[in-house]
């Protein structure tokens, strides 16, 4: 750590400390001769020991952004390898980070959002023309200064790396989670400029909606989610930029640009575009039922079409035989009717759990799906008029979410939906299993940890009672054969992991062992002999519940 008051190089004088950061200090000093403020960021040769960055790399990196000059860029004047550290002497910025703004102020107006994403689409690109293009890779509000006139200056360049043409990958994986692509974590590719991309939609989502990417649950819902007033337009600019494929994302910051000087007219092209979809489909009804085809193509051209019913698109679209073709059919049979629940929910059961696990990009298709619009509402504000329908569908969305999210769950979003569904019209077992669902769902947000005091932040006698709670019951006639299985895997395996706090809490070793009973008592009368036992998926999940009791009996006999 540099003294406050001491003399760097004989002639940078530390006034005062201004930021701290993982490795590394900044001072605001003062060039005494020049009457000059400057900024001084002391990087500890100690904490790059501990990381993928070596001293080397880093007089490199630096070396190269000396010769770089933009507004929207600090100067840098000096590098000074002192003592222990490295202290890089640059531009001292007047001003407060985006991250202050936004912590203090909550969400900022969309236009100032769009205004500064402009300007750091401009930085952005003048850093990836550069031979080699210079790649920043940690664009974050935390890392943006908002200086007093409005403009913003991009800071703090410790991850920054030159694109190499002959690199497969990045040989080190740096960035903030939340906020950086997937291919700065390694197996996805070298790190471009689509990677900066990433990182200033996701910036842009934090900073419009208030809501952090790097806090749980960790993804980025569509802003119009959390405000509706929201534009359309920014709000497919930003999904755009946050696609995990980088092909799928702005290939440069130019046309990024344009769509952010235009994005008002995205507005009314998303719903000429609706329109035009609509036009389609009536269109291709019409010659369809006129020269008398019969097959289901007709029916998924005819989508708007009064004479073709929801009931029967439904059920030809559970007919087709190919995975993707009946998704296609499922979101043509939502657009009939948004408000009915049962294609939503076979959108669900039968294409994004039939391998038991909801992905990212599952998830994020579905919400792209509830944002459409038919006339003035959305397609969610359409179910939702529906409170049973809604209920339902939130209900069987809430699951997918608490036991498949990438294949283990994510129990924080879980509980946004599974308060949906307790909260509506569903029946009163269901009701009663989202409640305990959701309660469990906190649970997990505070297993392991402790308070101030040292105690445990969960209750497991409660946590247990509301566990047995959940699955008590004909779940596979509530519900279906899988959601039972996969209720009975997650008691066996909290029982597994959890048998000494349990047994701590006051829960006997006979009581979890006769869960375990109960459990294969449920699987005995209420699944084997009906045709659900016949679906592969269902043996499978039995095999791993069978894996899971086993394991949790031989808890129980150590523990004992």
């Known amino acids: 750590m540099l003294e406050i008051g001491s003399l760097i190089d004989n002639k940078y004088k530390i006034l005062n400390k201004i930021g701290q950061g993982g490795m590394s200090t900044v001072y605001l000093a003062m060039n005494e001769r020049a009457n000059k403020q400057w900024a001084i960021k002391e990087i500890r040769k100690d904490a790059m020991a501990n990381s993928d960055i070596t001293l080397q790399s880093l007089k490199n990196e630096i070396e190269m952004l000396r010769n770089l000059s933009h507004p929207n860029l600090p100067s840098i004047i000096d590098i000074i390898d002192y003592d222990d550290s490295l202290l890089i002497v640059m531009d001292y910025v007047e001003g407060n980070t985006l991250s202050k703004a936004v912590n203090e102020y ?8 769009i205004e500064w994403a402009k300007q750091l689409c401009n930085v952005l690109g003048y850093l990836h023309s550069q031979n080699p293009p210079i790649i920043y890779r940690d664009l974050k509000p935390g890392n943006i200064m908002l200086k007093p006139d409005g403009t913003i200056v991009l800071i703090d360049f410790g991850t920054a790396r030159q694109y190499k043409e002959e690199n497969v990958e990045d040989t080190t994986c740096l960035g903030t989670r939340g906020y950086a692509a997937p291919e700065q974590f390694g197996g996805h590719g070298q790190t471009d400029a689509r990677t900066d991309i990433y990182c200033l939609g996701s910036t842009m989502y934090h900073l419009v909606t208030g809501k952090n990417p790097s806090e749980p649950p960790y993804e980025m819902y569509p802003i119009r989610y959390w405000n509706g007033a929201l534009s359309q337009g920014l709000e ?3 999904l755009k930029c946050t696609q995990l494929d980088p092909s799928n994302r702005y290939q440069n910051c130019a046309k990024l ?8 007219e995205l507005d009314n092209s998303y719903r000429r575009g609706e329109k035009l979809k609509l036009g389609i489909f009536c269109t291709a009804a019409a010659l369809a039922l006129a020269a008398g085809i019969g097959s289901f193509a007709s029916y998924r051209h005819a989508s708007k079409f009064q004479m073709v019913s929801y009931d029967s698109m439904l059920e030809q679209a559970t007919r087709v035989e190919t995975i993707d073709g009946m998704k296609e059919a499922l979101i ?3 657009s009939v009717d948004p408000a009915k629940p049962d294609a939503y929910i076979s959108l669900i059961d039968k294409i994004y759990l039939v391998d038991d696990v909801f992905t990212e ?6 919400r792209e799906l509830l944002i459409r619009t038919q006339g003035k509402a959305t397609y969610e504000q359409l179910l939702s008029q529906n409170e049973e329908a809604y209920s339902l569908f939130a209900y069987r969305l809430g699951l997918a979410y608490f036991y498949n999210y990438n294949g283990e769950g994510n129990k924080q979003q879980s509980a946004y939906w599974l308060k949906k569904a307790a909260d509506g019209g569903l029946d009163e077992a269901r009701t009663a299993r989202a409640k ?3 309660a469990i769902a906190d649970y997990y947000i505070n297993l392991g940890s402790v308070d101030k005091t040292g105690d445990t932040k969960v209750d497991y006698k409660q946590y247990w009672e509301d566990l047995v ?8 006639e509530i519900d279906n054969a899988n959601t039972a299985l996969i209720i009975y895997k997650e008691m066996a395996s909290q029982i ?3 048998i000494q706090n349990f047994a701590k809490s006051g829960v006997s070793y006979s009581d979890m062992e006769l869960q375990l009973i109960n459990i294969e008592k449920h699987v005995k009368e209420d699944i084997a002999g009906t045709d659900a036992e016949d679906n592969e998926m269902v043996k499978e999940l039995e095999e791993e519940l069978n894996t899971n009791i086993e394991k949790a009996r031989q808890a129980i006999m150590l523990a004992e």
């Not at 909550?106 to 959002?113: I, M, S, T």
């Not at 990009?361 to 579905?366: F, G, H, N, T």
């Open 106 to 113: 909550g969400p900022q107006p969309q236009e100032y959002v």
């Open 236 to 238: 497919q600019i930003i």
């Open 257 to 264: 640009l344009y769509d952010l000087d235009h994005y008002d």
């Open 332 to 334: 043509d049979t939502i």
């Open 361 to 366: 990009d599952e998830a994020l298709e579905i």
């Open 436 to 438: 305990r669902l959701g």
């Open 469 to 476: 709670a959940v699955s008590s019951g004909n779940i596979a």
């Open 496 to 498: 597994y992991s959890n």
